[in-house]
Nanobody
Framework: QVQLAESGGGSVQVGGSLRLACSVSGRPSSGHVVGWFRQAPGKEREFVASIQWSLFLSTSYADSVKGRFTISRDLAEQTVSLEMNSLKPEDTAVYYC????????????WGQGTQVTVAS
């Protein structure tokens, strides 16, 4: 079992930066993938970024955030961070930390979410 807890959301002006953190408890294996989804008002949840919970640091990003967001993880601290730069109003959403077990079909573990608001 993996438990996830987000922190670091808030409000920021257009062009600003925020850093989200996800505390990962339990016993994630090297085959787990941890990442972020987001859901804007009236829209479906969408993938943002992911990183493999292993030494290989394989990452993936949605096209909408490439070059602006950076995902990283700290195995010792068991945290995954999302550094968000050059924020736009369309980045406003609830951001969820997620995890996928090895060979799982989807992300079966979700945090409670943290609000990010980008004001124009």
């Amino acid at each position: 079992q993996v438990q996830l807890a987000e922190s670091g959301g808030g409000s920021v002006q257009v062009g600003g930066s925020l850093r989200l953190a996800c505390s990962v408890s339990g016993r994630p294996s090297s085959g787990h993938v941890v990442g972020w989804f987001r859901q804007a008002p009236g829209k479906e949840r969408e993938f943002v970024a992911s990183i493999q919970w292993s030494l290989f640091l394989s990452t993936s990003y949605a096209d909408s955030v490439k070059g602006r967001f950076t995902i990283s993880r700290d195995l010792a601290e068991q945290t995954v961070s999302l550094e968000m730069n050059s924020l736009k109003p369309e980045d406003t959403a609830v951001y969820y930390c997620v995890a996928k077990a090895p060979r799982a079909g989807g992300y079966g573990y979700w945090g409670q979410g943290t609000q990010v608001t980008v004001a124009s």
